[in-house]
């Protein structure tokens, strides 16, 4: 191959390697499967731990599901979406706080372990804020 056929080919070589390089980051990235979105459950409790970190954001919250008949207390993990995301629907890194009582909107986890996905989030003083796009809306209210 000659030095002016590899010019004219490398723009070409160089976008066909960042999309290929693209598909594999995305799909390496886990799907919602292990939440039951059809599912969603209300809890109420305490915030013992906020996360604001890249993956994901994670809140822990010792909740009680408002409409189960048993009143037990459960030590929650919810996951959130990345920080880039929850800025862009309005979300601030020191918006959550440990101690605060939050009520939350979550689709639990399949397999009945006390760990849910994020779906709308109301905080003490009343402002609710979703999970943003791909989490998906809040199916109760």
Known sequence: MTVSKWVRRTPVL???ALALLAATAARAHH?????ENEH????????TNFQWTNPHVY???DGVDVNSDKKETKS????CANPGILNRVGWKFNMIK???????????MR???PGALLKEVTLPDGRVFTNGGPAGP????
């Not at 969603?40 to 915030?47: D, F, H």
């Not at 929650?76 to 996951?79: A, F, L, S, T």
């Not at 809040?138 to 209210?141: R, T």
Request: aromatic share 8%; hydrophobic share 50%.
């Open 40 to 47: 969603q459950i209300k809890l109420k409790g305490k915030v």
């Open 98 to 108: 440990t101690g605060d009582e939050l009520t939350v909107i979550v689709a639990p």
């Open 76 to 79: 929650w993990v919810i996951e």
């Open 111 to 113: 397999s009945g372990e």
């Open 31 to 35: 799907s919602f499967a292990m939440y």
């Open 59 to 61: 809140i822990d919250l």
């Open 14 to 16: 160089v976008s066909v």
């Open 138 to 141: 809040a199916l109760i209210h």
